[in-house]
């Protein structure tokens, strides 16, 4: 039943993505009054681009190819860390948070490798600024985590879950608060949204995760959107998970999955709406005044890992 | 060669399992006492040697052949038997006396075999810096060994051990300082590093892998002896010493290499990094212990351990890579390089696995190592020290932005060498490694790929060797743990990707897209210090470049005949710590001139004023 629901729950998270993306882009629509595009258009694109050929660079060797792949399994495999109905992933206990950041990196450094490939100007830049930002967020990224994993005393995505959700609204500690601080800070840099990114613009002057994917079409590309995709869907899984996770179904007996679901949506729709609201409201930052942004957050999380030594005396 | 060390390979993995103690005692031949035996610590280093030295020696048998004349050859098959058996010899040497003799023939035959490659006045100048760096590292071991003789009344390593426990507060502080100074000053930490980016690239790139794979590892052992085996830990702070010492290594390697285009002062560079991730796993293990957390120090220690096995591993396929670049291409300047994945394959893909390894991506080695360490961090939240309680957690965000780093470079070392176009004329037409060179890389490259997917079977022997080391009662949960899910993370992930290579399409070659225009040349491309660049200038600070802009004719800034610019690194520790310190040695030595003035009448003065001095302390003494 375990093992059942964990499938269930990479599936939702792997299938739905485009959905989640396609509701933020709409979102931001109605919020710039524009009409926007329908929630779907994100499974009509990738579907488009899969039934295209795949252009390759004269220069390109295996990596090319490879790097879309890898990316889209490792972002697979990461979804296997949230529990989302209930209290359980495949890969949720047995696997800690560690393993979780070097999942994401494995991915994100191969897709810096096909940028390079490429052989022209624009996947070198997109690499290099890449490599800046990610390097950059890892510290918050496991800060945060840490805070949260020393407060529950597990490092294990389900364990910290638990905690939390022994816990109310109310009873939860300022660590969590800097620490959710730190971490949506990073989720922000990791999926390539406003201010540190422009998912939307193809302007070489600010472009990061699109000049690295600037050579890529066809299924090669499906595959990397698709995996953009994952990773917001992920990102707010985890996030939900950690800070507010109140809600799951502790049985498995249909109502209980039922009305957790119906919890997981909407607080995945809230996230939403703040996501089209920050990207709305916000400008891009200039290129390097996002290692502030993300210094930042790594003081916050550095403040929530102080915390944790301070809340136990 | 090859055969010796697969034989030793052998009979050390099958002691290691047995923890049989062998002993050789040529004690007979020497006033002192000069015997080898092998406990299981001296068995992990052994069997370390041996891994890698058998596929550098293989590798060697190909790359040999193709740079050097034969009088050469025999010099260096000589040289670099002595050299690997002298690091057999220190790490089985149970005696300071045989550990100091073969120390110092490690020292000395690895210079020997810098020389091969030729001895011009630069490479006599950064040898002789080596030189002088590995003697003042072996001057303080001498010294940490002769601190112990007056307790221990013997240089044999059991008398040894028995007087460490009894050792005055004082002299465990003056023991613990030499052996971190002088084992410091050989692995390369930062400050006492500068040899390492001289000594490295001017070697012959299997030197290389086995001066950076091996020999830094040989003063691991040594500090691991000292500290954990002799001193058996000691307060926090030598704990809090070594994990700052760590730290900063580990951060400033880092950046320091990514900053590099030639690519063996990078690999150089990295294993600064590398050896600071190992002080890190050391330093936790040593304030674990000095809280009484044992466990946590076992999983900490048994982390560093598997690090400097893997580290061992990485970097001497690394190496071994750019040799076999540099075979082809006769340049390892990244900025001269590129597209070498088309032109040799087999070298790419194994310069990849030692990539994915050294950055610590799962399902290769390095992640496991730096998983422990990682994790055993986390345990510091769980004392009751409040320092070590704060400190501990917060070192994870150092280690995530070493992580961080390291990924961001090698990035730019795949990427500019082996991807893209080639970038110059040498790189257009390189051809793949020869056969010998390829199966010593491919050796290497399973080794990183077998403990990364089933580290299992190596964390019980290393776990277990770390909890004697320390004493914890238990193994680690934590390393259970890790050993279980890695394997079925590997078969999910084979599975995926076999399902998702269902939706590739077939592909038809196009021109890279160029705005428009025609005429895309490899020029164009972004280069190793373009991409470093976001990077550099963020921590400018930690580089100090020296930059120098000449615009002409200086009257007409706009509309210049010729600007030219160029921009220097050097590194602060030349000029605000080694020549501070270089010019007092100097000018302490020219005050000691006044002593010699040439006058036989003075000189007998000072035979006189010595005896007397003698006699009166004799005669007070008495």
């Avoid at chain 2, 605000?576 to 006044?594: E, H, K, S, T």
């Amino acid at each position: 039943m375990t093992i059942a629901l964990g499938v269930l729950q990479v599936v939702l998270l792997v299938i739905g993505a485009p959905l989640l993306r396609g509701i933020v882009g709409r979102l931001k629509a109605v919020l710039q009054r524009r009409r926007g595009a329908p929630i779907w258009r994100p499974y009509a694109d990738i579907w488009k681009l899969l039934h295209k050929e795949d252009l390759v660079p004269p220069s390109a060797s295996g990596i090319f190819g490879l790097a879309p792949l890898l990316l889209l399994v490792t972002s697979i495999l990461a979804t296997a860390f949230v529990p989302l109905l209930a209290n359980s992933a495949l890969l949720g206990s047995t696997g800690d948070f560690i393993l979780l950041v070097y999942l994401l990196a494995f991915g994100r450094f191969f897709l810096a490798l096909g940028g390079m490939d490429g052989g022209s100007a624009f996947g070198g830049m997109g690499a290099s600024r890449e490599a800046l930002v990610s390097s950059l967020a890892e510290v918050p990224l496991v800060l945060g985590l840490v805070a949260v994993a020393i407060q529950a005393s597990n490092a294990s995505v389900v364990g910290m879950t638990e905690w939390a959700l022994e816990r109310n609204f109310f009873n939860i500690s300022a660590v969590h608060l800097l620490a959710f601080l730190a971490l949506g800070i990073v989720a922000l840099a990791e999926t390539g949204r406003m201010p540190v990114d422009n998912p939307a613009t193809h302007l070489e002057l600010t472009m990061i995760h699109e000049g690295m994917v600037l050579e890529y079409s066809g299924p090669n590309l499906a595959l990397i959107e698709w995996a953009g995709a994952i990773k917001l869907s992920f990102m707010a899984g985890l996030l939900i998970a950690l800070f507010a996770p109140w809600g799951m179904a502790t049985t498995f007996s249909p109502a209980a999955l039922g009305l957790a679901a119906v919890a997981m949506l909407a607080k995945t729709f809230a996230l939403a709406v703040a996501l089209a609201v920050i990207e709305s409201g916000i400008a891009k930052l200039r290129m390097y005044a996002v290692p502030d942004f993300l210094g930042v957050a790594a003081a916050f999380g550095t403040l929530a890992v102080i915390f944790t030594a301070l809340m136990k005396r | 060669m090859a055969v010796a060390t697969l034989a030793g390979c052998g009979a050390s993995g099958h002691s290691l399992l047995n923890s049989e103690v062998r002993k050789l005692n040529p004690s007979l031949l020497t006033p002192f006492p000069f015997t080898f035996s092998l406990d299981p610590l001296g068995l992990f280093f052994l069997i370390l040697i041996c891994t890698v030295s058998l596929p550098v020696a293989l590798f060697s048998v190909s790359y040999v052949k193709r740079h050097y004349s034969a009088a050469r050859q025999k010099w260096l098959w000589a040289l670099l038997f002595l050299f690997v058996t002298s690091m057999a010899g220190v790490v089985a040497a149970s005696s300071g006396f045989a550990f100091l003799v073969c120390w110092e023939i490690m020292s000395l035959a690895s210079a020997g075999l810098i020389l091969i490659e030729g001895s011009s006045g630069d490479r006599r100048h950064n040898l002789f810096i080596y030189l002088l760096m590995t003697h003042a590292a072996t001057a303080a071991v001498i010294a940490a060994f002769l601190v112990f003789l007056p307790h221990s009344h013997s240089l044999d390593f059991a008398a040894i051990r028995a007087a460490g426990a009894t050792l005055p507060p004082g002299v465990r502080i003056a023991l613990f300082l030499l052996a971190f100074a002088g084992f410091g000053t050989k692995a390369g930490i930062i400050p006492l590093h500068l040899w390492l980016p001289r000594a490295h690239p001017i070697a012959p790139s299997p030197v290389s892998a086995l001066m950076s794979g091996v020999m830094l590892k040989i003063a691991v052992y040594g500090f691991v002896r000292f500290a954990f085996d002799f001193l058996v830990g000691g307060p926090a702070w030598f704990g809090y010493l070594v994990l700052v010492a760590g730290a900063v290594s580990g951060l400033l390697g880092v950046l320091y290499a990514i900053a590099e285009h030639d690519l063996k002062r990078l690999l150089a560079y990295h294993s600064v990094e590398n050896i600071g991730i190992i002080y890190l796993g050391l330093g936790a293990s040593l304030v674990f212990m000095a809280h009484g957390a044992r466990v946590w120090a076992a999983l900490a220690l048994a982390g560093a351990l598997l690090h400097t096995l893997n580290h061992a591993l990485f970097k001497s396929l690394l190496f071994l890579g750019t040799g076999a670049i540099a075979d082809s291409t006769h340049t390892v300047d990244l900025e001269k390089l590129g597209g070498l994945q088309r032109r040799m394959p087999v070298t790419g893909a194994v310069f990849l696995i030692g990539c994915c390894s050294i950055i610590g991506l799962p399902l290769f080695n390095g992640f496991i190592s730096e998983w422990m360490i990682f994790r055993s961090f986390l345990g510091g939240s769980t004392l009751t020290n409040s320092i070590a309680q704060t400190l501990l957690p917060l070192i994870v965000g150092v280690l995530a932005l070493i992580g961080g780093l390291a990924a961001a470079c090698f990035v730019k070392v795949f990427g500019v060498a082996f991807l893209g176009r080639p970038r110059s004329q040498e790189a257009e037409h390189a051809s793949e490694a020869p056969l010998a060179m390829r199966a010593g890389m491919m050796l290497l490259a399973a080794g990183c790929m077998v403990i990364g997917i089933w580290p299992g079977a190596f964390l019980r022997p290393i776990v277990s060797l770390a909890q004697s080391l320390v004493g914890a009662p238990a193994a680690p949960p934590e390393t259970l743990l890790i050993a279980r899910v890695i394997p079925w993370v590997a078969a999910a992930f084979l599975a995926l990707l076999a399902v998702v290579s269902v939706l590739k399409r077939a592909k038809r070659q196009t021109p890279t897209w160029a705005c428009g225009l025609p005429g895309l040349t490899s020029r164009m491309q972004y280069t190793s210090t373009s991409f470093s660049k976001p990077i550099r200038f963020v921590f400018g600070r930690v580089y100090k470049a020296d930059r120098k802009l000449e615009v002409l004719p200086e009257d007409q800034p706009y509309f210049p005949a010729s600007i030219s610019y160029h921009s220097v690194r050097t590194t602060s520790y030349e000029r605000f710590l080694y020549r501070p310190f270089v010019d007092g040695v100097v000018a302490a030595a020219n005050q000691l001139r006044r002593l010699q003035t040439g006058n036989i009448q003075v000189y007998l003065l000072y035979i006189v004023m010595t005896l007397v001095s003698l006699l009166l302390y004799l005669r007070l003494a008495g």
